[in-house]
């Protein structure tokens, strides 16, 4: 009787752990996760997962991204359509770990991820070069300790009313 009461107890001990294990692991999931463009160009994130436990949790970004660059002269005219360069192209990287608080995690103004280099791209004597517009799209965010992603909505930003963002 006594050795039954102990293996009964030992099972039941087992399933506890295992249940929390479970718990811990598979519960991580995102409230609400959002995107925004900096002042430079740069995609930056706010996030709210619950679930996580009471680890350190990793995140990563991807997106596709396209930046268009222009020469402006000193009127704040853009003188030549031909004069700008449309670059696209996938982005991705890592954001950072953070510090659960009862095993949540809300971050806000996090990155930023790009955008694209002008590269080579120059503008004549008189012009200086600008970030006309950026536009991030596919936006995923990624919490790689528990290997949840969730979908963030398109976001376009115009830093010269000479080309809107659609």
């Not at 996760?33 to 706010?46: C, E, H, I, Y």
């Amino acid at each position: 009787m006594k050795r039954t009461a102990i293996a009964f107890a030992s099972v039941l001990a087992l399933l506890g752990m295992l249940g929390s294990v479970a718990y811990a692991t598979s519960g991580a999931h995102f409230f609400s996760a959002s995107g925004s463009v900096d002042d430079n160009g740069g995609l930056r994130f706010a996030w709210d997962e619950a679930g996580v436990g009471q680890v350190t949790v990793s995140y990563s970004a991807s997106a596709q991204n396209s930046a268009t660059y222009a020469c402006i002269n000193g009127g704040n005219n853009h003188p030549s359509a031909s004069n700008k360069e449309v670059l696209a192209g996938p982005l991705s990287g890592g954001l950072g770990a953070f510090n659960p608080l009862n095993g949540r995690i809300r971050a806000s103004n996090v990155g930023p991820l790009g955008p694209i280099p002008a590269g080579s791209f120059s503008c004549p004597n008189g012009q200086k070069l600008v970030l006309a517009q950026v536009t991030y799209t596919a936006i995923t965010l990624t919490d790689t300790t528990n290997n949840v992603s969730t979908a963030i909505a398109d976001v376009c930003r115009s830093f010269s009313t000479l080309f809107p963002c659609p």
